[in-house]
């Protein structure tokens, strides 16, 4: 199965590499919409559904913990999971994520196999 | 915490981000100068939380070239210096991030937004724990400073 993605993040440079290294990790992407911030992945939501939203934390305009909240509020954005990618690798931070709704958390650094492995088991994907 | 511990922390987390996200190795450590770069990149970005400070990182040209090219995937053209820079900022970021997470990781820190910086003002500082090592295409040199460190 191939999913459909959203990647969240102000710089254009590591929306890019994200995308580049889920191809790069064998996982399948059926479309990837891409957003600078919170506000544009909610204008973008109102058209286009998603499987998966892999979004940063420190953005201007609408940062990643106000579009997690967005999300929870909305009746129809609250089961698209999502994961949380940010340089921030400590506990406080992954647990206030996690409470705000998201579903995953990955570090930066992370390799290939490291964020398929997180997106897999947010997904729910059997590897048996 | 002492020095020694800090520049450990600050030599792994640095090659921990270079080889998994910009697909470079250091290959030796050198001495960090006092004489900055003649040609060279730098970002800082400063934090807060349980400790504050500030941390940069300065490359040669050479080196920011080959780190952004990797990390974009460019392998025709050559990297614009706009997109050199954005890279460079990532990449402090990151490595500030990596590094504080591996001195404390019960701790709450805030990262600020990395700033491209004259890299000619980034020399040896003894108010930085700093290391700077070869990567082969060039050389990386990183700084962090801690308020309140002994």
Redesign the interface.
């Given at each position: 199965m191939a999913y459909r993605v959203m990647i969240v993040d102000d710089s254009p440079s590591m929306r890019a590499f994200v995308r580049r290294v889920m191809d790069l990790s064998g996982f399948a992407v059926d479309s990837c919409l891409t957003a600078g911030n919170g506000a544009q992945g909610l204008a973008l939501l109102e058209q286009q559904t998603v499987d998966i939203i892999l979004t940063d934390i420190n953005m201007p305009e609408m940062n990643g913990e106000e579009f997690l909240r967005r999300l929870e509020e909305h009746e129809r954005y609250r089961s698209i999971p999502v994961v949380v990618i940010s340089t921030d690798a400590t506990e406080n931070r992954m647990q206030r994520m996690m409470q705000l709704g998201a579903r995953g958390y990955i570090a930066k650094p992370f390799s290939p196999e490291a964020l398929r492995g997180e997106l897999e088991r947010v997904l729910g994907v059997s590897n048996a | 915490m002492p020095d020694l511990e800090v520049a450990e922390s600050l030599l792994a987390a640095a090659s921990?981000?270079l080889?998994?996200?910009f697909f470079s190795s250091v290959v030796g450590e050198a001495p960090v100068s006092a004489e900055p770069f003649a040609s060279a990149v730098g970002a800082r970005l400063e934090f807060s939380g349980a400790r504050a400070g500030a941390f940069a990182v300065r490359l040669t040209e050479d080196a920011a070239r080959t780190v952004a090219a990797n990390?974009?995937?460019e392998e025709t053209d050559e990297p614009s210096p706009a997109?050199v820079q954005?890279?460079i900022?990532?990449l402090a970021?990151?490595m500030?991030?990596?590094v504080?997470?591996r001195l404390?990781?019960?701790?709450?820190?805030d990262?600020g937004?990395p700033v491209i910086v004259d890299a000619a003002a980034l020399g040896a500082d003894p108010e930085a724990v700093s290391r700077a090592f070869d990567i082969g295409d060039g050389e990386v040199a990183v700084f962090l400073w801690m308020d309140g460190r002994p």
């Open positions: - | 921990d981000v080889e998994t996200m990390f974009l995937a997109q954005e890279v900022g990532e970021n990151m500030c991030g990596s504080l997470s404390d990781r019960g701790a709450h820190f990262l937004t």
